[in-house]
Protein backbone atom coordinates (compact mmCIF):
# COMPACT_ATOMS: atom_id res chain seq x y z
CA UNK A 1 0.00 0.00 0.00
CA UNK A 2 1.54 3.39 -1.03
CA UNK A 3 1.22 6.52 1.11
CA UNK A 4 -1.40 8.25 -1.39
CA UNK A 5 -3.54 5.09 -0.69
CA UNK A 6 -2.66 5.09 3.34
CA UNK A 7 -3.38 9.14 3.06
CA UNK A 8 -7.14 8.53 1.60
CA UNK A 9 -7.61 5.78 3.83
CA UNK A 10 -7.16 8.11 6.64
CA UNK A 11 -9.36 10.82 5.97
CA UNK A 12 -11.82 12.15 8.42
CA UNK A 13 -13.50 15.80 8.50
CA UNK A 14 -11.63 18.46 10.71
CA UNK A 15 -14.07 20.50 12.44
CA UNK A 16 -11.38 22.90 14.36
CA UNK A 17 -8.23 24.96 12.62
CA UNK A 18 -5.65 26.50 13.92
CA UNK A 19 -5.69 30.37 12.88
CA UNK A 20 -2.66 30.16 10.03
CA UNK A 21 -3.57 30.94 6.51
CA UNK A 22 -2.40 29.18 3.81
CA UNK A 23 0.22 30.53 1.49
CA UNK A 24 -0.66 31.73 -1.89
CA UNK A 25 1.69 29.32 -3.03
CA UNK A 26 0.08 26.42 -1.35
CA UNK A 27 -3.57 27.74 -2.59
CA UNK A 28 -1.82 27.86 -6.09
CA UNK A 29 -1.34 23.86 -5.71
CA UNK A 30 -4.34 23.25 -4.46
CA UNK A 31 -6.60 24.77 -7.18
CA UNK A 32 -4.39 23.22 -9.84
CA UNK A 33 -4.17 20.31 -8.68
CA UNK A 34 -8.27 20.87 -8.72
CA UNK A 35 -8.11 21.34 -12.23
CA UNK A 36 -6.43 18.06 -12.86
CA UNK A 37 -9.53 16.19 -12.70
CA UNK A 38 -11.22 14.64 -15.57
CA UNK A 39 -13.63 16.35 -16.88
CA UNK A 40 -16.88 15.68 -18.95
CA UNK A 41 -15.94 15.97 -22.91
CA UNK A 42 -13.14 19.13 -21.50
CA UNK A 43 -16.20 21.36 -20.69
CA UNK A 44 -14.50 22.04 -17.50
CA UNK A 45 -17.76 23.33 -16.08
CA UNK A 46 -17.15 24.33 -12.40
CA UNK A 47 -15.75 27.75 -10.77
CA UNK A 48 -13.80 27.63 -7.14
CA UNK A 49 -14.24 30.66 -5.30
CA UNK A 50 -11.67 31.31 -2.50
CA UNK A 51 -13.41 33.75 -0.13
CA UNK A 52 -11.28 35.74 1.97
CA UNK A 53 -13.24 39.04 3.47
CA UNK A 54 -14.19 37.96 6.71
CA UNK A 55 -17.56 39.62 6.51
CA UNK A 56 -18.50 37.52 3.86
CA UNK A 57 -17.10 34.01 5.81
CA UNK A 58 -18.73 34.96 8.73
CA UNK A 59 -22.19 35.10 6.65
CA UNK A 60 -21.63 32.37 5.00
CA UNK A 61 -20.96 30.83 8.10
CA UNK A 62 -24.27 31.60 9.68
CA UNK A 63 -25.87 31.26 6.65
CA UNK A 64 -24.20 27.12 6.84
CA UNK A 65 -25.69 25.96 10.13
CA UNK A 66 -24.18 28.22 11.78
CA UNK A 67 -20.84 26.16 11.58
CA UNK A 68 -17.78 28.25 12.89
CA UNK A 69 -15.72 26.17 10.83
CA UNK A 70 -16.78 28.03 7.65
CA UNK A 71 -15.59 31.24 9.27
CA UNK A 72 -12.08 30.04 11.37
CA UNK A 73 -10.20 27.70 9.06
CA UNK A 74 -6.75 28.36 6.84
CA UNK A 75 -8.79 29.23 3.41
CA UNK A 76 -12.08 28.82 2.39
CA UNK A 77 -13.25 27.80 -1.11
CA UNK A 78 -16.65 27.45 -2.42
CA UNK A 79 -17.19 25.06 -5.42
CA UNK A 80 -19.62 26.36 -8.14
CA UNK A 81 -21.43 24.50 -11.37
CA UNK A 82 -20.70 26.89 -13.50
CA UNK A 83 -22.00 26.82 -17.30
CA UNK A 84 -21.96 30.92 -17.69
CA UNK A 85 -18.84 30.50 -19.56
CA UNK A 86 -20.44 28.51 -21.43
CA UNK A 87 -22.75 30.93 -22.88
CA UNK A 88 -19.94 33.42 -23.81
CA UNK A 89 -18.35 30.61 -25.76
CA UNK A 90 -21.69 30.21 -27.74
CA UNK A 91 -21.36 34.06 -28.40
CA UNK A 92 -18.23 34.11 -29.53
CA UNK A 93 -18.57 31.46 -31.93
CA UNK A 94 -22.52 32.44 -33.18
CA UNK A 95 -23.83 29.18 -32.27
CA UNK A 96 -26.91 28.29 -30.12
CA UNK A 97 -25.85 26.91 -26.83
CA UNK A 98 -28.57 27.82 -24.29
CA UNK A 99 -31.01 24.52 -25.20
CA UNK A 100 -28.12 22.62 -24.18
CA UNK A 101 -26.88 23.92 -20.96
CA UNK A 102 -30.34 24.15 -19.15
CA UNK A 103 -30.88 20.62 -20.05
CA UNK A 104 -31.03 17.93 -16.91
CA UNK A 105 -27.98 16.10 -18.66
CA UNK A 106 -25.57 19.36 -18.56
CA UNK A 107 -26.81 20.04 -15.05
CA UNK A 108 -25.60 16.76 -14.22
CA UNK A 109 -22.28 17.64 -16.23
CA UNK A 110 -21.49 20.38 -14.26
CA UNK A 111 -22.62 19.19 -10.58
CA UNK A 112 -20.02 16.10 -11.27
CA UNK A 113 -17.19 18.02 -12.87
CA UNK A 114 -17.43 20.31 -9.44
CA UNK A 115 -17.55 17.52 -7.25
CA UNK A 116 -13.99 15.58 -9.28
CA UNK A 117 -12.20 18.87 -9.22
CA UNK A 118 -13.18 19.13 -5.25
CA UNK A 119 -11.89 15.70 -4.55
CA UNK A 120 -9.03 16.64 -6.17
CA UNK A 121 -8.37 19.74 -4.04
CA UNK A 122 -9.16 17.41 -0.73
CA UNK A 123 -6.30 15.13 -1.75
CA UNK A 124 -4.54 17.44 -2.70
CA UNK A 125 -4.32 19.63 0.33
CA UNK A 126 -4.38 16.01 2.82
CA UNK A 127 -1.31 15.42 1.29
CA UNK A 128 0.16 18.62 1.98
CA UNK A 129 -0.70 17.89 5.55
CA UNK A 130 -3.96 19.98 5.88
CA UNK A 131 -7.25 18.92 6.89
CA UNK A 132 -10.50 19.60 5.32
CA UNK A 133 -13.81 20.04 6.18
CA UNK A 134 -16.97 19.81 2.90
CA UNK A 135 -19.77 22.45 3.65
CA UNK A 136 -23.23 20.95 2.27
CA UNK A 137 -24.77 23.84 4.05
CA UNK A 138 -24.16 26.41 1.50
CA UNK A 139 -27.45 25.01 0.11
CA UNK A 140 -29.00 26.26 2.64
CA UNK A 141 -29.96 29.63 0.94
CA UNK A 142 -28.39 28.92 -2.40
CA UNK A 143 -29.53 32.49 -3.21
CA UNK A 144 -28.40 34.53 -0.54
CA UNK A 145 -24.93 32.80 -1.29
CA UNK A 146 -25.46 33.76 -4.55
CA UNK A 147 -25.86 37.34 -4.39
CA UNK A 148 -22.81 37.22 -1.77
CA UNK A 149 -20.73 35.94 -4.14
CA UNK A 150 -21.81 37.92 -7.42
CA UNK A 151 -22.88 35.06 -8.99
CA UNK A 152 -24.11 34.92 -12.51
CA UNK A 153 -26.65 32.67 -13.98
CA UNK A 154 -25.89 29.46 -14.80
CA UNK A 155 -23.91 29.09 -11.99
CA UNK A 156 -25.13 27.69 -8.41
CA UNK A 157 -22.56 27.38 -5.29
CA UNK A 158 -22.59 23.60 -4.41
CA UNK A 159 -20.85 22.96 -1.31
CA UNK A 160 -17.80 24.64 0.26
CA UNK A 161 -14.05 23.22 1.32
CA UNK A 162 -12.90 24.51 4.39
CA UNK A 163 -9.09 23.52 4.48
CA UNK A 164 -6.30 24.63 7.37
CA UNK A 165 -4.05 23.21 9.80
CA UNK A 166 -6.07 20.59 12.21
CA UNK A 167 -5.94 21.77 15.58
CA UNK A 168 -7.94 18.61 17.00
CA UNK A 169 -7.55 15.15 15.34
CA UNK A 170 -11.18 14.00 14.57
CA UNK A 171 -12.35 10.12 15.10
CA UNK A 172 -12.70 8.70 12.16
CA UNK A 173 -16.33 7.21 11.28
CA UNK A 174 -16.30 3.71 10.26
CA UNK A 175 -18.10 3.34 6.34
CA UNK A 176 -19.99 0.97 5.23
CA UNK A 177 -18.62 -2.54 4.17
CA UNK A 178 -17.78 -2.84 1.47
CA UNK A 179 -19.55 -5.75 0.32
CA UNK A 180 -22.59 -2.93 0.89
CA UNK A 181 -21.57 -0.96 -1.67
CA UNK A 182 -19.43 -3.08 -4.26
CA UNK A 183 -21.59 -5.44 -6.26
CA UNK A 184 -20.32 -7.21 -9.65
CA UNK A 185 -22.32 -7.20 -12.50
CA UNK A 186 -25.60 -6.82 -11.32
CA UNK A 187 -27.25 -4.89 -8.47
CA UNK A 188 -28.37 -7.46 -6.05
CA UNK A 189 -32.28 -8.45 -5.45
CA UNK A 190 -32.00 -10.40 -2.75
CA UNK A 191 -33.45 -7.40 0.10
CA UNK A 192 -32.53 -10.10 2.90
CA UNK A 193 -28.77 -10.16 2.20
CA UNK A 194 -28.90 -6.02 2.36
CA UNK A 195 -31.32 -6.22 5.41
CA UNK A 196 -28.54 -8.52 7.23
CA UNK A 197 -25.84 -6.39 6.20
CA UNK A 198 -27.36 -3.07 7.00
CA UNK A 199 -27.86 -4.89 10.52
CA UNK A 200 -23.87 -5.51 11.22
CA UNK A 201 -23.62 -2.12 10.32
CA UNK A 202 -26.24 -0.93 12.70
CA UNK A 203 -24.06 -2.47 15.57
CA UNK A 204 -20.78 -1.02 14.34
CA UNK A 205 -22.19 2.40 13.84
CA UNK A 206 -23.63 2.30 17.46
CA UNK A 207 -20.68 0.53 18.85
CA UNK A 208 -18.21 3.48 17.72
CA UNK A 209 -20.97 6.50 18.99
CA UNK A 210 -21.05 4.44 22.36
CA UNK A 211 -17.24 4.24 22.81
CA UNK A 212 -16.92 8.08 21.62
CA UNK A 213 -19.60 9.98 24.04
CA UNK A 214 -19.01 7.43 26.81
CA UNK A 215 -22.71 5.37 26.26
CA UNK A 216 -24.04 8.88 25.91
CA UNK A 217 -25.19 7.89 21.97
CA UNK A 218 -25.81 4.35 20.66
CA UNK A 219 -28.13 5.78 17.36
CA UNK A 220 -27.74 3.33 14.49
CA UNK A 221 -26.85 4.17 11.25
CA UNK A 222 -30.37 3.11 9.89
CA UNK A 223 -32.24 4.91 12.45
CA UNK A 224 -29.86 8.42 11.93
CA UNK A 225 -30.50 8.08 8.21
CA UNK A 226 -34.20 7.46 8.09
CA UNK A 227 -34.12 10.17 10.66
CA UNK A 228 -32.94 12.85 8.68
CA UNK A 229 -34.34 11.62 5.14
CA UNK A 230 -38.21 11.76 7.57
CA UNK A 231 -37.89 15.28 6.89
CA UNK A 232 -37.77 17.01 3.16
CA UNK A 233 -34.56 19.85 3.28
CA UNK A 234 -34.19 22.66 1.27
CA UNK A 235 -37.41 22.18 -0.93
CA UNK A 236 -36.82 25.45 -2.54
CA UNK A 237 -33.73 24.39 -4.22
CA UNK A 238 -34.89 23.25 -7.35
CA UNK A 239 -36.82 26.71 -8.04
CA UNK A 240 -33.40 28.34 -7.72
CA UNK A 241 -31.36 25.95 -9.79
CA UNK A 242 -33.97 26.96 -12.33
CA UNK A 243 -33.65 30.72 -11.65
CA UNK A 244 -30.24 30.15 -12.47
CA UNK A 245 -30.50 28.96 -15.58
CA UNK A 246 -30.01 24.96 -15.39
CA UNK A 247 -32.65 21.85 -15.08
CA UNK A 248 -34.99 24.28 -17.62
CA UNK A 249 -35.37 21.12 -19.98
Known amino acids: MNDTIKMMLNHRSIRKFKDDPLSQEDITTIIQAAQMASTSSFIQAYTIIGVTNKAVKSELAHLSGPQP ?19 IAGTMEKTAVTTSLESTEKFMVAVIDASLAAQNATIAAESMGYGICYIGGLRNDMEKVSQ ?52 SYNDTIANYYNERTHGERQDR ?29
Not at 69 to 86: I, K, P, S, T
Not at 159 to 180: C, E, Y
Open 148 to 199: LLSLPDYVIPLFGLAVGIPDTQSDQKPRLPMNSIYYENTYPNDTHTIYTDLE
Open 69 to 87: YVEQNGHFFVFCADLYRHT
Open 221 to 249: WTEQVSRMLNKPKRTDMKKVVQQKGFLRD
